[in-house]
């Protein structure tokens, strides 16, 4: 009889997922969502709308997601007997349905002030109807050990895919996204951080931004004053597509494939960002071009706007490299290796990475490594013995995590980054402030790196039946405002056209709302009125119909 096994990577900006024969561990299908069930635009939004909203409606909300997700692969769920997930702590958390409040609070005063037994997050195996997963009651689902409560099992997936605790040397490793996971290994002993960059890296809160999917542009290549686009097709596999003079966005060549671009990814983003720099195109915070656009292939643009949310979140990447540094006493030269994971470190050009900071400017032996979080919930339904033995490289690792919201270095160094990107203060005076807060100097660029590329995508096997994709993950949150006096302001005010108004009765599409990062709606109300914490989760309706 076939059996199947699922494994699956939630992340801050949306789920992937994939279905496995274990007779063989060949891989049927994948499916991944464009965005991510919960209101927000990172993972403290999640984290916001769990605590005040309620923890029970960001579970449903994401078990909703979860079981779309499995029906989407196209198995059959009653011979689903094995089940693996791998994210940060606070996706894993919700997906348990666990406590989630000591991961809200900093310190343990904090939390014990307020009664909180923060859970183990130990590996463990549960049933599907410990949770309201709708497959086989009797498969095992799996889930992996945090390292401490503040790194979790994505965390733990970096370190091991990239084997870096078991190295002499100093290596640095980063899964790029919404909250970056970051940690610097020095002879196997690691210091993390999770760096709330933003969702640019990811293509959202981008005008014309989008997840790594199909029609996706993923980078920009110049050939003299024009950009070649590169766009993901069906298989998420890069093809070379039109030609642009991004000033104009006349196509001077067409590609030689159909392949349309639908919107630009967090590469996509980087490599502009770093070309248009480059060429000139760009003037931090200004675009020099007639409509203060970059032109891109089929009406796909940046604005000046894009280009702060960009600046913000490169800048974290580089003020949490600095910040590391400074915590375990080296200096960024000092590192042997980085390793790039996720689906924005695997497509991105590491060359550009280094122009724009994304990794030390200095990085000289750079791995791609793809989604390792994925990879690793799939090394668990293939072997679940391995549950075990990552619970034992948990306990045995020597952690120290820096908290970038409380330490005085990060606020530091990013109130030099926004400096950079709002204010277009130059890098020599950036370098002239570090070196008077005793942080060091900013590198050298390096010119010649070697860059190892392990697969062609950052998911290598799609399987026999391939990629699906879901756009409408979200479903329907509502409140009935007492006080409206129906003026549609909170409407009107919406960026991402997420909410509806009806006779005082607002309706919110959960995936497309930017929940505690925005809260334009509440702020606009000029009745204040509307609280955004009111709202309540309606189960079962669709996106797509609201």
Same mark, same amino acid.
């Given at each position: 009889?076939?059996?199947?096994?699922?494994?699956?990577?939630?992340?801050?900006?949306?789920?992937?997922?994939?279905?496995?024969?274990?007779?063989?561990?060949?891989?049927?299908?994948?499916?991944?969502?464009?965005?991510?069930?919960?209101?927000?635009?990172?993972?403290?939004?999640?984290?916001?709308?769990?605590?005040?909203?309620?923890?029970?409606? @960001?579970?449903?909300?994401?078990?909703?997601?979860?079981?779309?997700?499995?029906?989407?692969?196209?198995?059959?769920?009653?011979?689903?007997?094995?089940?693996?997930?791998?994210?940060?702590?606070?996706?894993?958390?919700?997906?348990?349905?666990?406590?989630?409040?000591?991961? #809200?609070?900093?310190?343990?005063?904090?939390?014990?002030?307020? /009664?909180?037994?923060?859970?183990?997050?130990?590996?463990?195996?549960?049933?599907?109807?410990?949770?309201?997963?709708?497959?086989?009651?009797? #498969?095992?689902?799996?889930?992996?050990?945090?390292?401490?409560?503040?790194?979790?099992?994505?965390?733990?997936?970096?370190?091991?895919?990239?084997?870096?605790?078991?190295?002499?040397?100093?290596?640095?490793?980063?899964?790029?996204?919404?909250?970056?996971?970051? #940690?610097?290994?020095?002879?196997?002993?690691?210091?993390?951080?999770?760096?709330?960059? %933003?969702?640019?890296?990811?293509?959202?809160?981008?005008?014309?931004?989008?997840?790594?999917?199909?029609?996706?542009?993923?980078?920009?290549?110049?050939?003299?004053?024009?950009?070649?686009?590169?766009?993901?097709?069906?298989?998420?596999?890069?093809?070379?597509?039109?030609?642009?003079?991004?000033?104009?966005?006349?196509?001077?060549?067409?590609?030689?494939?159909?392949?349309?671009?639908?919107?630009?990814?967090?590469?996509?983003?980087? @490599? @502009?960002?770093?070309?248009?720099?480059?060429?000139?195109?760009?003037?931090?915070?200004?675009?020099?071009?007639?409509?203060?656009?970059?032109? !891109?292939?089929?009406?796909?643009?940046?604005?000046?706007?894009?280009?702060?949310?960009?600046?913000?979140?490169?800048?974290?990447?580089?003020?949490? /490299?600095?910040?590391?540094?400074?915590?375990?006493?080296?200096?960024?030269?000092?590192?042997?290796?980085?390793?790039?994971?996720?689906?924005?470190?695997?497509?991105?050009?590491?060359?550009?990475?280094?122009?724009?900071?994304?990794?030390?400017?200095?990085?000289?032996?750079?791995?791609?490594? %793809?989604?390792?979080?994925?990879?690793?919930?799939?090394?668990?339904?293939?072997?679940?013995?391995?549950?075990?033995?990552?619970?034992?490289?948990?306990?045995?690792?020597?952690?120290? /995590?820096?908290?970038?919201?409380?330490?005085?270095?990060?606020?530091?160094?990013? %109130? !030099?980054?926004?400096?950079?990107?709002?204010?277009?203060?130059?890098?020599?005076?950036?370098?002239?402030?570090?070196?008077?807060?005793?942080?060091?100097?900013?590198?050298?660029?390096?010119?010649?790196?070697?860059?190892?590329?392990?697969?062609?995508?950052?998911?290598?096997? !799609?399987?026999?039946?391939?990629?699906?994709?879901?756009?409408?993950?979200?479903?329907?949150?509502?409140?009935?405002?007492?006080?409206?006096?129906?003026?549609?302001?909170?409407?009107?005010?919406?960026?991402?056209?997420?909410?509806?108004?009806?006779?005082?009765?607002?309706?919110?599409?959960?995936?497309?709302?930017?929940?505690?990062?925005?809260?334009?709606?509440?702020?606009?109300?000029?009745?204040?009125?509307?609280?955004?914490?009111? !709202?309540?989760?309606?189960?079962?309706?669709?996106?797509?119909?609201?």
């Amino acid at each position: 009889m076939v059996e199947y096994a699922i494994a699956m990577d939630i992340g801050t900006s949306g789920i992937r997922a994939q279905a496995i024969d274990i007779s063989d561990n060949s891989t049927i299908s994948t499916t991944v969502t464009l965005r991510h069930p919960i209101p927000g635009a990172n993972v403290m939004d999640h984290l916001h709308f769990a605590v005040n909203v309620g923890r029970e409606q @960001a579970h449903q909300l994401i078990m909703e997601a979860v079981n779309k997700v499995v029906d989407n692969l196209g198995v059959d769920k009653s011979k689903i007997v094995r089940f693996a997930v791998c994210g940060n702590p606070i996706q894993l958390s919700l997906f348990q349905d666990i406590e989630i409040r000591d991961l #809200a609070f900093w310190g343990t005063n904090a939390v014990e002030r307020m /009664h909180i037994t923060p859970p183990k997050r130990n590996a463990q195996t549960i049933k599907p109807g410990d949770i309201g997963l709708n497959i086989n009651p009797e #498969a095992d689902v799996y889930i992996p050990p945090a390292i401490k409560h503040e790194i979790g099992a994505d965390a733990l997936a970096m370190l091991v895919k990239s084997d870096v605790i078991n190295k002499e040397g100093i290596y640095l490793v980063s899964d790029f996204g919404t909250n970056a996971e970051i #940690a610097l290994v020095i002879d196997g002993e690691i210091y993390s951080c999770s760096a709330a960059a %933003g969702p640019a890296m990811e293509g959202q809160a981008i005008e014309c931004g989008m997840l790594a999917s199909p029609g996706a542009i993923s980078d920009v290549i110049p050939e003299g004053d024009d950009w070649r686009n590169e766009v993901l097709n069906n298989d998420l596999k890069v093809e070379d597509c039109d030609l642009i003079n991004v000033k104009t966005g006349e196509v001077v060549e067409p590609g030689k494939t159909d392949t349309k671009a639908r919107g630009i990814t967090g590469t996509g983003v980087i @490599a @502009a960002y770093s070309v248009g720099t480059e060429q000139g195109v760009i003037s931090i915070p200004k675009i020099n071009t007639p409509d203060e656009k970059i032109n !891109l292939q089929d009406d796909v643009y940046l604005s000046e706007k894009d280009l702060t949310e960009i600046g913000k979140a490169l800048g974290a990447f580089r003020a949490a /490299h600095i910040t590391l540094c400074v915590e375990a006493g080296i200096d960024l030269e000092d590192i042997d290796g980085v390793y790039m994971a996720g689906a924005s470190g695997f497509y991105v050009d590491p060359l550009k990475s280094l122009t724009v900071g994304q990794i030390p400017a200095c990085s000289w032996d750079i791995y791609q490594i %793809g989604n390792t979080s994925l990879a690793m919930a799939r090394d668990i339904v293939e072997n679940p013995d391995l549950l075990q033995e990552l619970q034992e490289i948990a306990d045995n690792m020597r952690g120290n /995590h820096i908290t970038l919201a409380t330490s005085d270095i990060f606020e530091k160094i990013y %109130g !030099l980054e926004l400096a950079v990107c709002e204010q277009n203060m130059p890098l020599w005076k950036y370098d002239e402030w570090l070196e008077t807060y005793g942080y060091g100097n900013l590198p050298e660029l390096e010119e010649d790196p070697e860059i190892h590329r392990l697969f062609e995508s950052d998911i290598p096997d !799609l399987g026999v039946n391939g990629l699906s994709i879901i756009e409408e993950v979200g479903t329907k949150l509502e409140n009935k405002v007492e006080g409206c006096v129906n003026c549609g302001a909170c409407v009107e005010e919406c960026p991402e056209n997420a909410l509806t108004m009806n006779d005082g009765v607002a309706t919110i599409r959960s995936d497309f709302c930017n929940g505690s990062a925005c809260l334009r709606c509440e702020r606009v109300c000029p009745q204040k009125v509307f609280l955004y914490e009111k !709202l309540f989760y309606i189960e079962g309706e669709e996106a797509s119909n609201l």
